[in-house]
C-alpha cells in the first residue's frame, strides 16, 4: 500500500509544478547563504589562525561551502525539471532522470543536516585547538626578534584587549613564563638576576602581566606586576579584592565567541534542511503523479502521487535485498535443488552426429 496517497487533477499538478519551479529558485538562495555561512566562518577561523594549533577544524566551514554550491546546481536543475513537468510530453524527457534525481537530492539533503549537526559537536576539537595554539602564542609572546614569531606579540595583546580576556585559561598563565624579552632586563641589576637563579630553566618569572590585560573600567590604575604581593600596593588585598584585570582567559573567550557563531550557523543550517526536504517531498509527488498519468494515458485525467510506492517495512526489504544481491549477478549458484543450466548436460563426442554411416575405405588393389 502506497504511502501517503495524494490524488492529483491536471490543474493540480500544473500548480504543484509551478510551485515547485518557484521554491527551487529559492532553494538556489538558500545554497548561497549556505556557502556563504561556511565562507564567514573560514574567514573568522583564520582571522585567529595564530593563537589556533593545526587539525580539523576547518572541515565545518568546507562541509557548508561544498553543500552550498552543490545546493545551487541541484536546485537549477530542479527548477528546470518542476518547470518542464508542467508539460506531460516535456516530463517524458526527463521521465528516467528524475527518480535518480530525488535520490541524489535526498543524499544532499542529508549532507546539509551533518552540516548542521557538525556546528554542534565541534566545539571539542576546537576548544582544543585554541588551548594548543594559546599556549604557543603565550611561549613566544617575548620573541619579537625572531622571524616568524615577531608578530605574536601584538596578536596576543589585541586579542586580549578585543576579547577581554588574560592569558590561556586565565592571567596566571602569565606567572609560568618569561614574558619579558631578555634584551630589556638589566643583567646588572641583583634582582634580575636572583630570579634568573631562582628558576630551574633559567627564565626570568614574575607575578605580572601584560599591558593588555588590564581593565580599563576599573577606578584603580592597572596592577600589572606583584600582584600577589599585598605589602608592594596601598590598601590592596590579592585574595579579597577584585583585580582590575581580566579574569577571563582567552581560550574560554574565543570558545564563546565561535560557539555563539555556529550555534547561529547550526540554526540557519537546520532551517535550509527542512526547506529543501519539503522541496523534495513536493518534486517525489510531482514525479510520481506525471509517472501515473502517462501510465494511465489520459493526460487530463486524475492520478494517484505518493511518497513510497510501498509500505516503509516493504520498501527497506526490497532495498536490502537489492544492496545484498549486488555484485552476485555473476556468480553461479551450487545450492543444491536450484537449476543450472551447464548442470546434466549430456556430451556428446559424435557432436550430435549419431546416425551418421561410416563408410568403409576401399582395399588398396
Given at each position: 500500500m502506497a504511502v501517503l496517497k495524494v490524488k492529483f487533477t491536471k490543474t493540480k499538478r500544473d500548480k504543484l509544478a509551478q510551485i515547485l519551479w518557484i521554491l527551487n529558485w529559492f532553494s538556489v538562495v538558500s545554497g548561497i547563504i549556505l556557502f556563504s555561512l561556511g565562507l564567514f566562518l573560514k574567514i573568522e577561523i583564520k582571522k585567529r589562525n595564530e593563537v589556533m594549533a593545526k587539525g580539523d577544524i576547518n572541515s565545518v566551514p568546507n562541509m557548508l561551502i561544498s553543500v552550498g554550491v552543490i545546493a545551487c546546481i541541484i536546485n537549477f536543475l530542479g527548477g528546470k525539471i518542476c518547470y518542464d513537468c508542467s508539460d506531460a510530453n516535456k516530463f517524458s524527457r526527463?521521465?528516467?532522470?528524475?527518480?535518480?534525481?530525488?535520490?541524489?537530492?535526498?543524499?544532499?539533503?542529508?549532507?546539509?543536516?551533518?552540516?548542521?549537526?557538525?556546528?554542534?559537536?565541534?566545539?571539542?576539537?576546537?576548544?582544543?585547538?585554541?588551548?594548543?595554539?594559546?599556549?604557543?602564542?603565550?611561549?613566544?609572546?617575548?620573541?619579537?626578534?625572531?622571524?616568524?614569531?615577531?608578530?605574536?606579540?601584538?596578536?596576543?595583546?589585541?586579542?586580549?584587549?578585543?576579547?577581554?580576556?588574560?592569558?590561556?585559561?586565565?592571567?596566571?598563565?602569565?606567572?609560568?613564563?618569561?614574558?619579558?624579552?631578555?634584551?630589556?632586563?638589566?643583567?646588572?641589576?641583583?634582582?634580575?638576576?636572583?630570579?634568573?637563579?631562582?628558576?630551574?630553566?633559567?627564565?626570568?618569572?614574575?607575578?605580572?602581566?601584560?599591558?593588555?590585560?588590564?581593565?580599563?573600567?576599573?577606578?584603580?590604575?592597572?596592577?600589572?606586576?606583584?600582584?600577589?604581593?599585598?605589602?608592594?600596593?596601598?590598601?590592596?588585598?590579592?585574595?579579597?579584592?577584585?583585580?582590575?584585570?581580566?579574569?577571563?582567559?582567552?581560550?574560554?573567550?574565543?570558545?564563546?565567541?565561535?560557539?555563539?557563531?555556529?550555534?547561529?550557523?547550526?540554526?540557519?543550517?537546520?532551517?535550509?534542511?527542512?526547506?529543501?526536504?519539503?522541496?523534495?517531498?513536493?518534486v517525489r509527488y510531482l514525479q510520481t503523479a506525471m509517472k501515473n498519468v502517462l501510465l494511465l494515458g489520459d493526460l487530463e485525467g486524475e492520478s494517484d502521487g505518493w511518497l513510497l510506492e510501498n509500505s516503509f517495512v516493504e520498501t527497506a526489504k526490497y532495498n536490502i535485498n537489492i544492496i545484498k544481491n549486488l555484485g552476485k549477478a555473476n556468480q553461479i549458484s551450487t545450492v543444491s535443488g536450484m537449476n543450472d543450466p551447464n548442470i546434466d548436460v549430456h556430451t556428446n563426442t559424435n557432436c550430435g552426429k549419431n546416425n551418421v554411416t561410416t563408410k568403409s575405405i576401399p582395399a588398396a588393389s
Open positions: 526527463w521521465k528516467l532522470v528524475m527518480l535518480p534525481y530525488i535520490v541524489c537530492t535526498f543524499c544532499f539533503t542529508f549532507c546539509i543536516l551533518v552540516g548542521a549537526l557538525m556546528c554542534y559537536t565541534m566545539r571539542n576539537e576546537l576548544e582544543e585547538s585554541l588551548y594548543l595554539g594559546l599556549r604557543d602564542a603565550i611561549k613566544f609572546y617575548k620573541d619579537t626578534d625572531i622571524p616568524g614569531r615577531c608578530f605574536l606579540k601584538k596578536t596576543v595583546d589585541m586579542l586580549q584587549i578585543g576579547f577581554r580576556c588574560c592569558g590561556n585559561n586565565g592571567f596566571r598563565d602569565w606567572f609560568e613564563i618569561q614574558w619579558v624579552s631578555a634584551r630589556y632586563l638589566n643583567m646588572a641589576s641583583k634582582e634580575v638576576l636572583d630570579r634568573l637563579k631562582s628558576n630551574v630553566d633559567g627564565k626570568f618569572l614574575v607575578d605580572g602581566v601584560p599591558f593588555s590585560c588590564c581593565n580599563p573600567s576599573s577606578p584603580r590604575p592597572c596592577i600589572q606586576y606583584q600582584l600577589t604581593n599585598n605589602s608592594a600596593h596601598y590598601n590592596y588585598d590579592f585574595l579579597t579584592e577584585e583585580l582590575n584585570i581580566w579574569m577571563k582567559g582567552c581560550r574560554e573567550a574565543l570558545l564563546d565567541h565561535y560557539t555563539a557563531i555556529m550555534r547561529s550557523i547550526g540554526i540557519a543550517a537546520l532551517l535550509i534542511w527542512l526547506f529543501e526536504l519539503s522541496v523534495l517531498i513536493g
